[in-house]
């Protein structure tokens, strides 16, 4: 018989989330007492983790570190990544950066000792295991790649992002230091946030929406919206910071159980095609997505609106339409565009960028409403602005 309502979570084995827990990170490594530790990140957080990996070589553990991850990661980056990581051969691997960085730690544990080929497991389910000890911790509020079992990467030959969805992709420990987001600039703290407030608002309005994770989505919704315009503008308001870092980590819990939809799908070919980052490409899609869903899902759109600060109307749909509103206000405090045009995207782009779009059907299927080719063209209209 066929399950429905059908909910599956793979939590991480541990979660520590505190300001300044980063301070406790080397101790959690030596108790795994591995002779080596491989570690993913990104030049600006080098002074961020001095002392972490003294105090790992301290112990007498050697450290590899790689930075090579700057953007939205290739197949062939991943690769070329393996080479010396599959040389030194690491008992555990830290991913510490963004969620490009956190994706690659998470496939780099995975691949180690695998007869597997990286091209046998994209999709989902298709990843047999893992033997080496993963632990994230996410420098962004953004991708909650930490508390999910996704890793996306562009695949080089056709230029799509391809995903990788394994409940062995979950790590098994997570630091979340919201401390490490201050250093983060305006402009990528706007873009992580909202793709973080998209993966909960999809999650809460998706198809498959579960009672479980809506209570999580609600609650990102509610406190990245509240908080991130401050963020933005006051990068070392801890409070703030520390709000949308948890906010981004319950949306990172939606992630498996649920996914996102539309707006996702959609971006996807912003990503491949004019390589705008994956946050920006959400936020430029979100309000347009979510006034092509609402007739489909007009009260939870309503119960969205709520969660963003809005205030009830006179019935659901005007409240929902209100939920648009407040989050172009959001989008444009944070300084993000609010059209294509803006970024440069050119009109005839949009019949391939749908094309593109139908490809991604994993997430198109979770939409509340069904988004059609013709449709997915209105939509990316639309948003030209």
């Known amino acids: 018989m066929e399950l429905t309502n059908n909910l599956k979570i793979f939590f991480p084995g541990k979660l520590v989330f505190a300001n300044g827990s980063l301070e406790q990170l080397a101790a959690e490594v030596q108790a795994l007492q591995p002779s080596k530790v491989f570690i993913a990140t990104i030049v600006p957080l080098h002074n961020a983790i001095k002392g972490f990996v003294k105090q790992l070589e301290d112990n007498g553990i050697s450290v590899q570190t790689d930075t090579s991850i700057v953007q939205e990661p290739t197949f062939s980056d991943f690769e070329q990544l393996m080479q010396p990581v599959q040389a030194f051969n690491p008992d555990v691997v830290i991913g510490i950066g963004g969620g490009s960085v956190l994706d690659i730690a998470k496939l780099v544990a995975a691949q180690l000792d695998n007869e597997q080929q990286l091209r046998d497991y994209v999709g989902i389910g ?42 062995y992709l979950v790590p098994d420990i997570v630091y979340v230091d919201p401390l490490l987001t201050i250093s983060v600039p305006p402009a990528i703290t706007a873009a992580t946030g909202i793709d973080a407030l998209t993966h909960c608002m999809e999650a809460y309005t998706n198809k498959f929406a579960q009672p479980f994770i809506d209570m999580m989505a609600y609650e990102g919704m509610r406190l990245i919206a509240a908080h991130i315009e401050t963020a933005v503008k006051q990068g070392d308001n801890v409070e703030a910071r520390e709000k949308v870092a948890m906010g981004s980590l319950l949306g990172g819990f939606c992630l498996g159980p649920v996914n996102t939809a539309g707006v996702h799908a959609l971006s996807y070919p912003l990503g491949s095609m004019f390589h705008l ?44 339409a209100a939920g648009v509103d407040r989050i172009k206000s959001i989008i444009k405090a944070c300084g993000i565009p609010l059209t294509l045009k803006e970024v440069n995207v050119p009109e005839d782009a949009i019949p391939q960028m749908a094309a593109d779009a139908m490809k991604v059907q994993r997430l198109l299927k979770n939409n509340p409403r069904e988004i059609s080719e013709q449709d997915a063209i209105a939509i990316y209209r639309a948003a030209m602005g």
């Open 126 to 167: 298709l990843l047999k295991g893992r033997t080496k000890k993963l632990i994230c911790v996410p420098a962004t509020s953004g991708t909650g790649s930490e508390a999910s079992p996704n890793a996306i990467l562009v695949d080089d030959s056709d230029n799509q992002k391809k995903g990788i969805i394994s409940p």
């Open 277 to 320: 980052a994956h946050g920006l490409s959400n936020a430029l899609l979100l309000p347009y997505v979510m006034e092509y869903n609402i007739p489909s899902a007009t009260q939870k759109y309503a119960e969205v609106s709520i969660a963003l600060g809005c205030e009830r109307q006179s019935d659901d749909a005007a409240t929902a």
